[in-house]
Nanobody
Framework: QVQLVESGGGLVQAGGSLRLSCAGS????????MGWFRQAPGKEREFVAC????????SYGDSVKGRFTISRDNAQNTVYLQIDSLKPEDTAVYYC??????????????WGQGTQVTVSS
């Protein structure tokens, strides 16, 4: 069982940056791939990024490539999402998730409660 708590969201102007954090509990944290997703009002949940269990590989959704960076610190049981060059269309609730596998591309078993990111134009 892994519990996840996101933080770092807020209101920022377009072009700005944010770093989201996701703190996990449980010794199994370092065994899981970790992902970030987002959901805007009236839209489906969208994959943002994933990082494998040891940080050795990452993957990104097409809409965020080049602006978002996922990283993790297993010693701190934390995964991060650095968001640069924010756009109004990045406005959404951002969720982190822990996968049922060490590698990306699998379903996620555990989810956080989300953190709101709002980008003003």
């Amino acid at each position: 069982q892994v519990q996840l708590v996101e933080s770092g969201g807020g209101l920022v102007q377009a072009g700005g940056s944010l770093r989201l954090s996701c703190a996990g509990s449980g010794r199994a944290f370092s065994s899981y791939a970790m992902g970030w997703f987002r959901q805007a009002p009236g839209k489906e949940r969208e994959f943002v990024a994933c990082i494998i269990w040891n940080g050795g590989a990452t993957s990104y959704g097409d809409s965020v490539k080049g602006r978002f960076t996922i990283s993790r610190d297993n010693a701190q049981n934390t995964v991060y999402l650095q968001i640069d060059s924010l756009k109004p269309e990045d406005t959404a609730v951002y969720y982190c998730a822990a996968g049922g596998s060490r590698y990306c591309g699998h379903e996620y078993d555990f989810w956080g409660q989300g953190t709101q990111v709002t980008v003003s134009s």
